[in-house]
């Protein structure tokens, strides 16, 4: 299995800073990385995939970067509503494998 | 396309877990493959397996002798079975689509299932 691994696995941010998440693949994805956001209670949101491409309807606060194994999930302007936890994602190959999430919380 | 997951809440040890999604919006044919994916505190996020219709199907090889994952294309929904569940399997069981096989596009809200006598 490819192993995901997230860090930080929490941070503390205002609204208006800049938040950077990175995914750490244990063998090269060619690309096949995706992020979610999931709020409690709720199911995981699609927001990234192919590393790079935003799904229709994110907002462009939202980016994703990277390649092989070392991915970033960047908010450029962190809204309240942003507050959630995000997990990346490898579609490489089976089993599908997540990141152990990143909870950004409110400072 | 919306998703909705529905089954039994208990159920006991070494008994089977049975859930179904049910598929609103939008057709089960074409290039989509249909998902099970679990949550729990213990785990985190799981995927379980997918399935197309044309018949084929993957797992994930740690359960991969314990599940099915089947579609009913005429009912409009796919269903898990899990047999010879333990507390180990109580989780949050997700049912997604997985549009050829890139990501996880849509997602039913979620069904909590416990294992438990």
């Known amino acids: 299995d490819i192993q995901m691994t997230q860090s930080p696995s929490s941070l503390s941010a205002s609204v208006g800073d800049r938040v950077t998440i990175t995914c750490r693949a244990s063998q090269s994805l060619s690309g096949y990385l995706n992020w979610y956001q999931q709020k409690p209670g709720e199911a995981p949101k699609f927001l990234i995939y192919g590393a790079s491409i935003l799904q229709s309807g994110v907002p462009s606060r939202f980016s994703g970067s990277g390649s092989g194994t070392d991915f970033t999930l960047t908010i450029s302007s962190l809204q309240p509503e942003d507050f959630a936890t995000y997990y990346c994602q490898q579609t490489y190959s089976v089993p599908r494998t997540f990141g152990q999430g990143t909870k950004v919380e409110i400072k | 396309v919306q998703l909705q997951e529905s089954g039994p809440g208990l159920v006991k040890p070494s008994g089977t877990l049975s859930l179904t999604c049910a598929v609103s919006g939008g057709s089960m044919n074409g290039s989509h493959w249909w998902t099970w994916v679990r949550q729990s505190p213990h785990k985190g996020l799981e995927w379980i397996g997918e399935a197309h219709h044309s018949g084929t199907s993957n797992y994930n090889p740690s359960l991969r002798s314990r599940v099915t994952i089947s579609l009913d294309i005429s009912k409009n929904e796919f269903s898990l079975r899990l047999t010879s569940v333990t507390a180990a399997d109580t989780a949050v069981y997700f049912c997604?689509?997985?549009?050829?096989?890139?990501?996880?596009?849509?997602w039913g809200p979620g069904t909590l299932v416990t294992v438990s006598s």
């Open positions: 997604a689509r997985e549009p050829s096989r890139i990501y996880l596009d849509c």
